[in-house]
């Protein structure tokens, strides 16, 4: 998706209206408009990447930065018992908006929403063959 066409990128420019928490040159800090808790936050950088493959990794390290700082603040605000933190990467992964974004998720006690994965299991020889892989690819 192109930025001209991008839903993240016109609230950013301000064509959409948003919930703002913060804002800096090189993020803003939004409500969603579709939370799946109370107090769900989206962390979008100002500049369009469509994913995790596409972000350098310095801007990504500061979108972390960043992270770290509005979930403590979000922890004070609404005394979440937990958060969740989530980015999703491809239609496969969950995304559905192709502006590389973070979620996060204040977690209440009872709250009943389910974020888990069927464990699989692992061969050692298995885990040993797709690190090899990964490394190479390093």
């Known amino acids: 998706m192109s930025k001209d066409n991008c839903v993240f990128c016109k609230i950013i420019d301000g ?6 928490i913060f804002e800096n040159p090189d993020f803003k800090v939004i409500l969603d408009v579709a939370p799946a808790t109370l107090g769900h936050v989206l962390i979008l950088p100002k500049e369009h990447f469509a994913d995790v493959f596409d972000i350098d990794a310095q801007t990504a390290g500061k979108l972390f930065q960043l992270a770290t700082v509005v979930a403590r603040a979000m922890k004070q605000a609404l005394h979440c018992d937990g958060m969740n933190i ?23 006690e009872g ?13 050692p020889e298995m885990l040993e063959e797709i690190r090899d892989r990964i490394r190479k690819a390093l």
Not at 15 to 20: A, E, M, R
Not at 111 to 123: P, T
Request: glycine share 8%; aromatic share 10%.
């Open 111 to 123: 709250d009943g929403l389910h974020l888990a994965w069927k464990e699989q299991e692992s061969k």
């Open 15 to 20: 064509d959409i209206p948003s919930t703002t």
């Open 86 to 108: 989530l980015q999703n990467n491809g239609t496969i992964a969950g995304q559905t908006v192709f502006h590389f974004h973070m979620h996060l998720i204040p977690r209440y």
